[in-house]
C-alpha cells in the first residue's frame, strides 16, 4: 500500500481558489485510483473527485463540476485538486485517498467504503 500526505489547505475568501496537493509514498504502482473527499463539521465525509492512476480518466461530483479539477503527476507521485470559485459551503476538511482494483472503463469509485488507505487531512476555510 502507500502512504498519503495532504498538503494546500488554508483559508481564502468567497470568489478565490486553492490548490490541493497529496503526495504518495510507497507502493504506488499498485494503486488504481485516487479520490478526493471532503467532510464538513456535523457532516459526512463526501465524494469530491477521482482519477485513475495510470490513464488519468477523472470523474467528479456534481456540486463542485466546473469549479474543481482532479490531476496527477505520476513522475512526483503527487495528485492535485484545483479548487476555483470556492463558497463557504465549501469549508471542509479535505482527504485524498487511494484505491488498489482496477474496475471496467468507464466506471469510478464515489464511495467512501471503496478506498483502503486515506490521509490525514487538510483544512479549507472559505470566508463570506
Known amino acids: 500500500q502507500v502512504q498519503l500526505v495532504e498538503s494546500g489547505g488554508g483559508l481564502v475568501q468567497a470568489g478565490g481558489s486553492l490548490r490541493l496537493s497529496c503526495a504518495a509514498s510507497?507502493?504506488?504502482?499498485?494503486?488504481?485510483?485516487m479520490g478526493w473527499f471532503r467532510q464538513a463539521p456535523g457532516k459526512e465525509r463526501e465524494f469530491v473527485a477521482t482519477?485513475?492512476?495510470?490513464?488519468?480518466?477523472?470523474y467528479y461530483a456534481d456540486s463542485i463540476k466546473g469549479r474543481f479539477t482532479i490531476s496527477r503527476d505520476n513522475a512526483k507521485n503527487t495528485v492535485y485538486l484545483q479548487m476555483n470559485s470556492l463558497q463557504p459551503e465549501d469549508t471542509a476538511v479535505y482527504y485524498c485517498?487511494?484505491?488498489?482494483?482496477?474496475?471496467?472503463?468507464?466506471?469510478?469509485?464515489?464511495?467512501?467504503?471503496?478506498?483502503?488507505?486515506w490521509g490525514q487531512g487538510t483544512q479549507v476555510a472559505v470566508s463570506s
Open positions: 485517498a487511494a484505491n488498489y482494483k482496477p474496475r471496467a472503463r468507464g466506471s469510478y469509485y464515489t464511495r467512501r467504503n471503496e478506498y483502503d488507505t
Open positions: 510507497g507502493r504506488t504502482f499498485s494503486v488504481y485510483a
Open positions: 482519477i485513475t492512476w495510470s490513464g488519468g480518466s477523472t
